[in-house]
């Protein structure tokens, strides 16, 4: 209990309040007013690309939906909702996240400069910045149909133990594409007031879709991670980056269509809605052949991956909606 209530450590570096390494030094979070910055960037908003692929995953289960219950304008109030709750969630969860890998993260040269490790946040006022958020997020929660608030609260758990997963198993990846992917089903179950089988099926193959992103990302750490003992796929791929991802994408591709066939009938021409985010990620996978390949640049791309989707989505469920007219 006594580290909660410690002052944070002096840091040279700290005072400057520098970006994190990988954000970007122009972005309007190094602009804000001093005292907000450690918080701005507990809550990562000076690399929104996270809370960004917390929220398509929702849009893509509002979307996915509308292929049998049609699209409406009150679907834009849904995806406004889930999109604060993605902002106020994801930032909740990397502050947590920072309080439970302060240690690690820094001995870490990308992370090393995080508030909690530099010194410039007590693990106290993270604690309250995190309770914050989460009241927000309850907000959002409460707005929403009881069904989908069911399902919601039920990632919790996954949310919780996420921070642990990188220190007992090889694939932390998985697990983060359980959690940042139930907003499939959430967002599917405002519109249908259920989860149905095809929607499982999309769930799961977006989780293999971030393990595919996520391992991109972690691959800038690998040596550091090695040294440190933390574990994740791009650590366990290794010099088999490339195949392991030519099958993830494989049987993301599998799970997907055989999704959109089950919501739209085996019949119809549903599977194709998958081709526009497959050849983005073929696009990633040769990327790589590349020599000293841009793995951040890679993982962000994965922003225009779920809005080729989404749009895709969109267009095939006007499409239906159309011809039932």
Known sequence: MSDLNSKPAKSKTATDLAPIKDARATHWVYRAPKALRPYLQLARYDRPIGYWLLALPCFIGLAFAGICYGLSWGDLKWASLLFI????????????????????DAKVDRTALRPIPAGTVSVRKALIWTGLQCVVGLGVLLSLPNTAQIIALCAVPLVAAYPFMKRITWWPQAWLGLTFNWGILVGYAIKTGFVSLSALCLYLGAMLW?????TLYACQDIEDDALIGVKSTARLFGDKLQSRLLSIHFLWALLTVGALQIEAGVSSPAGLVALPILLHLSYQRRALKQPNPNYLALFKSNFWAGWLFILSLLIFAGFTQFTKM
């Open 85 to 104: 709750g993605s902002i106020a969630m994801r930032g909740a969860g990397c502050t947590y996240n920072d309080i439970i890998d302060r240690k690690l």
């Open 210 to 214: 971030t393990i595919s992103y996520d």
